[in-house]
């Protein structure tokens, strides 16, 4: 079973930063925060991921709560190619046989 | 590089019907999943690859799916014989320790069964 919890929709509108929440309370030490997304009709696309500290790439930036039970998925200048599902995800080192499971996702809606 | 690459892109086919996908993950990726997924679900995971070897199918339905990775690249999926709840997108993913990205998805096939 997924072990995250995600509101299942989200608007933004476009030019602004979209912020998508995600609970994961019962995340382990040596379990990462993934982040994946989904656009109509393709496969998942990744897109961050971090275990303790803030993460910022070319996509996106990945805030962790201190307690890690909770981040937050920051798209700073959302466009309309960013609607999409979104998909938050904890697994374990790939090392260790972590494997992606997925749950429902958010559905990200930019409007112009 | 290149992706992940599957085919066929979509297939329609009549219940009781054999149907098999085809999978080609990133060169030098060890690690190949199947994935299916569901119209408004997430993916869910059928089987694990690591080379050749299955080292997690405790998701696949075993009384008619089969997978194979020959020489530990491409890899197959069968359904035989397929049945009506079975049409969904399936997808191939592949990964390697080195990435540190996570997995490449393909693009998937959206299987129909009428």
């Known amino acids: 079973d997924a072990k995250t919890t995600q509101p299942p929709s989200m608007d933004c509108a476009e030019g602004r930063a979209a912020n998508l929440p995600c609970n994961h309370s019962t995340i382990s030490g040596n379990e990462y925060v993934y982040w994946y997304r989904q656009i109509h009709s393709q496969g998942p696309q990744y897109i961050i991921h971090g275990l303790k500290n803030n993460e910022t790439n070319e996509m996106a930036s990945l805030i962790i709560t201190e307690d890690r039970k909770s981040s937050t998925l920051i798209l700073p200048h959302a466009t309309l190619r960013d609607t999409a599902v979104y998909y938050c995800?904890?697994?374990?080192?790939?090392?260790?046989?972590?494997?992606?499971?997925f749950g429902q996702g958010t559905e990200l809606s930019v409007k112009p | 590089e290149a992706g992940v690459v599957q085919s066929p892109r979509y297939k329609i086919i009549e219940k009781k019907q054999p149907v098999a996908f085809w999978c080609n993950p990133i060169?030098?990726?060890?690690?190949l999943y199947w994935y299916r997924q569901n119209l408004g679900q997430g993916p869910e995971l059928l089987i694990r690859?690591?080379?050749?070897?299955?080292?997690?199918d405790s998701q696949l339905p075993k009384d008619r799916f089969s997978a194979e990775r020959l020489k530990g690249v491409d890899s197959t999926l069968k359904i035989q014989p397929a049945e009506l709840g079975d049409s969904a997108v399936y997808l191939c993913a592949s990964s390697s320790a080195r990435t540190g990205r996570g997995y490449t998805f393909g693009s998937g096939t959206r299987l129909t069964v009428v």
């Open positions: 690859y690591e080379n050749e070897e299955a080292v997690d």
């Open positions: 995800i904890v697994r374990t080192d790939y090392n260790q046989g972590g494997k992606l499971i």
């Open positions: 060169s030098g990726h060890n690690t």
